[in-house]
Structure formats: structure tokens, C-alpha cells
């Protein structure tokens, strides 16, 4: 192999190393362990989104197996989520190590029968809700 052919794939290593470090810098990209109160545990995959907007994508392992997008500004992540005939939202409040949140599982797409959480409203729309959900980093950052 020439040097200069050399030289170049060592750059594009580089780029790729340096790439993939700066994707998992990110603070709230790792694995959580996600647990709603009477339903029962999951685990979230969140990693950078690939458009570069500042989005997280987000795979549910276990429960539902949502996939869903997700949020983090202000301590606050919140993750937009759809798995069958369910439809929600996540929202925790980050500790400022990115260790550990606390917040809700809010339903706001349910078939008839569905009885978990409470009923309320949240800007006029009817939901149901799951209040003392947290979540807890059990790997990578």
C-alpha cells in the first residue's frame, strides 16, 4: 500500500473514532433502566438521533417495546413514544449527574379496555397517567 493511500484511511479512521466518541458524549445517551410502578421494568436504548437536530432516538427493551424520539433540555428528557395500539409520552427530571429521574408515563392513545394510570386532562386532551416512573442509568455515556 502507498503512503499516501496509507495516510488517508488513517484520517477516515480518525474521523470515524472522533465521530463516534462525540455521539456518545452525550450526557443522556446510554441505557436505562426505566420502572413504572405496578407494571412493572424496561430497559431504554437512547442514542443521538442520526439528523444531527439535537433529537434523541429511543428503543424500548422490554414491556412494550416502544420506539418512540425524545427531548433533553433543562434537566428534562422527555420521549415521545408508540408501541401497538399505545400511544405516550415519558417526561423525567434529570439529576444533574445524568444518573437517576423521576417523572411520569403519560397515555394519550389507549384501546377501550386499557385501565392503567388515572385519567385527567392535560391541555384540554384526555390521558391517562402513571405518576412515580423512574429511571436509572445502567450502562454506557
Do not use: Y
Not at 458524549?25 to 442520526?50: F, M, N, Q, Y
Not at 412494550?64 to 433533553?72: D, L, R, Y
Amino acid at each position: 500500500m502507498n503512503r499516501t493511500l496509507f495516510v488517508g484511511l488513517l484520517g477516515v479512521v480518525g474521523l470515524l473514532v472522533c465521530a463516534e466518541r462525540s455521539m456518545a458524549a452525550h450526557p443522556i445517551c446510554g441505557t436505562w433502566k426505566h420502572r413504572e410502578p405496578g407494571v412493572g421494568e424496561s430497559d431504554l436504548r437512547i442514542t443521538e438521533s442520526v439528523a444531527g437536530d439535537g433529537t434523541f432516538d429511543v428503543q424500548q427493551v422490554g414491556l412494550g417495546n416502544a420506539v418512540g424520539w425524545g427531548t433533553f433540555k433543562d434537566g428534562v428528557l422527555t420521549i415521545h413514544w408508540v408501541t401497538g395500539d399505545l400511544r405516550g409520552f415519558f417526561r423525567f427530571e434529570v439529576d444533574r449527574e445524568h444518573e437517576r429521574g423521576h417523572g411520569k408515563t403519560v397515555f394519550t392513545r389507549w384501546p377501550a379496555d386499557f385501565q392503567r394510570g388515572e385519567e385527567g386532562t392535560i391541555e384540554g386532551r384526555r390521558v391517562r397517567e402513571i405518576r412515580d416512573v423512574t429511571i436509572r442509568r445502567i450502562g454506557g455515556r
